[in-house]
């Protein structure tokens, strides 16, 4: 079956520091990954695209890599701040069909909290 | 500003009710969808449209029922037929296909 896993517990890091968040899958082969942010009572918030022939992208202090032969995507945030504090989402879009729709499945989050 | 709006904020459903939770964009979006979100669990898609006049049914779509009559809005209507429908509603539309979704903020409905 398809599965995107992401870690459930809590990263707790220093400011400062760099986070970095794990979303693995299996099953899929997507043409695209998102990456999301999402803060309590709140919609996601889109972050960052990456396609299936792209390594790596970068905005501001933000990284993800995307290595299809491992199934893995890493995100990165540098010089973290306690703003940063949210759960982060990762999203595969699946190759389009003929006449579907583009349709994202979503892992399950992990939240971040940034400490001073 | 451009964005979507969803309404209202907090809902109550007596069991046995329909309700209906709104979503409008004015982002001039094809592409809207509707996710359901739980505590500890992934967004899962509900029903999504492609264009005005057609939706399809996404992963959990028993209980539920949209409508696209305009392009700017996608009304979803949770039936007494939905066994547990208390939940975190998310309404969301796609531009270009290379871009992110943009969410709106939200229906937490609850029965009582």
């Known amino acids: 079956s398809q599965k995107i896993e992401q870690n459930s517990e809590a990263l707790n890091i220093q400011e400062g520091k760099t986070a970095t968040l794990t979303c693995n899958y299996t099953?899929?082969?997507?043409?695209?990954l998102q990456w999301y942010r999402q803060d309590p009572g709140r919609g996601p918030v889109f972050l960052l695209l990456?396609?299936?022939?792209?390594k790596e992208k970068r905005k501001e202090r933000l990284k993800v890599t995307f290595d299809t032969t491992l199934k893995q995507s890493l995100f990165h945030i540098t010089a973290s701040q306690p703003a940063d504090s949210a759960t982060y989402l990762c999203a595969l879009r699946t190759r389009m069909e003929t006449g579907t729709a583009s349709k994202l499945t979503f892992g399950t989050g992990t939240r971040l909290q940034v400490t001073l | 500003d451009g964005g979507i709006t969803q309404s209202p904020k907090y809902l109550f459903r007596k069991e046995g009710q329909n309700v209906t939770l709104s979503c409008e964009q004015n982002l001039n979006h094809d592409a809207m969808y509707w996710y359901r979100q739980d505590p500890g669990q992934g967004l899962r898609l509900i029903y999504y449209s492609q264009i005005v006049n057609d939706f399809q049914k996404g992963d959990i779509a028993e209980g539920y029922s949209v409508s696209r009559e305009k392009k700017e809005s996608f009304p979803l209507t949770v039936t007494s037929a939905q066994k547990n429908p208390t939940a975190f509603y998310l309404c969301a539309s796609l531009g270009a296909a290379t871009s992110g979704y943009t969410f709106g903020s939200g229906t937490r409905l609850t029965v009582v």
């Open positions: 990456i396609r299936e022939n792209e």
């Open positions: 099953n899929y082969s997507p043409a695209y």
